[in-house]
Nanobody, 118 residues
Framework: VQLQASGGGLVQAGGSLRLSCAGSGHTSTMYAMGWFRQALGKERERVASIVRTVGSAEYADSVKGRFTISRDNAKNMLYLQMNSLKPEDTAVYFC????????????WGQGTLVTVSS
């Protein structure tokens, strides 16, 4: 499974961005996919995840109501719509996938930098 994230950039506070993650390989066998982020000097945190088949999603408290994760299984794509962005959302964002509910996220894309200016 290969993942490639894109869509990062510089945006003003209150603005929006949509991140995309293109999957290839055996993405159809993945149980769930997620978006993670890592800010400078901080640990990586899970932002949102979605079960690939049923579409049920979970969000970090810090992004609930502002971010929306979605997927297009036919296109092997994962998205993260980010609205009402805050400077504290500044981080490198990664997409990832795991093959079953009891496994860790084993497959990772390269990061895409999101910078939110105040």
């Amino acid at each position: 499974v290969q993942l490639q994230a894109s869509g990062g950039g510089l945006v003003q506070a209150g603005g929006s961005l949509r991140l995309s993650c293109a999957g290839s390989g055996h993405t159809s066998t993945m149980y769930a996919m997620g978006w993670f982020r890592q800010a400078l000097g901080k640990e990586r945190e899970r932002v949102a995840s979605i079960v690939r088949t049923v579409g049920s999603a979970e969000y970090a408290d810090s992004v609930k109501g502002r971010f929306t994760i979605s997927r297009d299984n036919a296109k092997n794509m994962l998205y993260l719509q980010m609205n009402s962005l805050k400077p504290e959302d500044t981080a490198v964002y990664f997409c990832a996938a795991r093959s079953d509910p009891f496994d860790i996220y084993k497959y990772w894309g390269q990061g895409t930098l999101v910078t939110v200016s105040s």
